[in-house]
């Protein structure tokens, strides 16, 4: 049987300043969304900012109910938002941040599987490569390509 190593290229920054431009701003609005979440029970509040080819920057929130599956995170709020919006928009970037009790989360944020699993139909969808900018005060992780986070993934060819 043959072994096949599976590499994934993570851009890490200790930094908000070392990012550019367009990536901070898009950070810094995923850090300002996490004030809308609704996380009564898990007291998480992730904030997600999308931005699409056509400028436009959507926002979302975790919206959490007391059926807890019937909740959904804050990446999937703004994507489909997003998607629902401007359907004909490729995604080009979301960013993600979280905050607990007002206090800015240290470690990045990592989208759960359900998400990545979207993050990777928004990008086979668009046919562009969509970038993950995972914040956190302590230090920000960047990916290029949501297929980055998923690699054997099932995908709309299949
Ligand atoms: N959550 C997100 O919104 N995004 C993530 O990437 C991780 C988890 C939410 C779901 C739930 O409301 C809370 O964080 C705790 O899991």
């Known amino acids: 049987m043959n072994i096949k190593k599976i590499e994934i290229t993570v851009y890490e920054a200790a930094d908000i300043r070392e ?3 367009e990536d901070a701003a898009l950070l810094a609005k995923a850090a300002e969304a996490t004030g809308n979440a609704y996380a009564p029970y898990s007291q998480f509040h992730v904030g997600a900012a999308v931005l699409l080819e056509n400028g436009e920057v959507i926002c979302g929130s975790n919206q959490e109910n007391a059926a807890y599956p019937s909740g959904l ?10 998607t629902s919006r401007f359907p004909e928009a490729a ?6 941040h979280s905050s607990t009790g007002g206090q800015a989360g240290p470690e990045p944020v990592y989208p759960c599987g359900a998400c990545r699993q979207v993050l990777l139909e928004c990008e086979s969808r668009s046919g562009r490569p969509l970038k993950v900018i995972m914040g956190g005060v302590q230090k920000i992780q960047i990916v ?5 986070l998923l690699p054997l993934n099932f ?4």
């Open 19 to 21: 990012l550019s431009r």
């Open 73 to 82: 995170c804050a990446e999937r709020v703004a994507l489909f938002y997003a």
């Open 91 to 96: 995604v080009r970037a979301i960013a993600i």
């Open 144 to 148: 290029n390509s949501a297929s980055e």
């Open 155 to 158: 995908h709309l060819s299949h």
